[in-house]
């Protein structure tokens, strides 16, 4: 499962309330991911990290900011939460080295709900 | 832009009957191909991915899928379903250059549904 956990597992929230959630790994993957899924949009890429403070956007990131200040881990913060953030969070992680270009492993993911 | 196309949003089928799920990708370029499975509440898991070599890759739980460049396509076979098939299913595709951030873009999933 290329040791990827997620926490917390589920989030209950209210509007307007900073949120962090945490990807960690254990096994020194060089690149990490940020997705959200909903239903009918599959899995959008929300942020992702080539190396210890490089980051870069994805296609959904306005709301989201993201820091990885350490290779085993990556932070997703939503500043103020609002409902259409409700969603599940999925990490991923990928290495070359791992199992070829490009291959991505999922974490558990995280379900997010912003009343 | 990359992106992917998955025909069928909703695929149900008799168990022990053929399936085949469709996606098709829009690049030009050397790409890299990927089928993820999704079971109830879980993450995602790699079912099989297509590199380069034999356009016809085998991956888990007896699925295949077969690369056609010209077509731009890369279908997910399977001969026989079974009941524990049931699961929505993902096409990603990223762009085939060494090095590079590794992106990849997801097509919105096929839910098959595997009835007895």
């Known amino acids: 499962d290329a040791g990827i956990t997620q926490s917390p597992r589920h989030k209950v929230t209210e509007t307007g309330t900073p949120v962090t959630l945490r990807c960690h790994q254990t096994?020194?993957?060089?690149?990490m991911y940020w997705y959200r899924q909903d239903p009918g949009h599959g899995l959008r890429l929300i942020h992702y990290s080539y190396g210890v403070k490089d980051t870069d956007k994805g296609e959904v990131s306005d709301g989201y900011s993201v820091s990885r200040s350490k290779t085993e881990d990556f932070l997703l913060t939503l500043e103020s939460a609002t409902s259409s953030q409700t969603s599940v969070y999925f990490c991923a992680i990928s290495d070359p080295g791992l199992a070829g270009p490009d291959t991505q492993y999922f974490g558990p993911g995280t379900r997010l709900t912003v009343l | 832009a990359q992106s992917v196309t998955q025909l069928d949003s909703q695929v149900p089928v008799f168990e022990e009957a053929p399936v085949e799920l469709r996606c098709n990708y829009s690049s030009s370029v050397s790409v890299y191909l990927f089928w993820y499975v999704q079971y109830p509440n879980q993450g995602l898991q790699l079912l099989l991915k297509?590199?380069?070599?034999?356009?016809l890759v085998k991956g888990i739980n007896g699925f295949e899928a077969e690369f056609n460049k010209s077509q731009t396509s890369f279908h997910l076979r399977k001969p026989s379903v079974h009941i524990s098939d049931t699961a929505e299913y993902f096409c990603?595709?990223?762009?085939?250059?060494?090095?590079?951030?590794?992106?990849?873009?997801f097509g919105k999933g096929t839910k098959l549904t595997v009835n007895p």
């Open positions: 297509y590199l380069s070599g034999s356009t």
């Open positions: 990603a595709v990223s762009e085939g250059r060494q090095g590079g951030s590794e992106k990849l873009v």
């Open positions: 096994e020194n993957h060089r690149y």
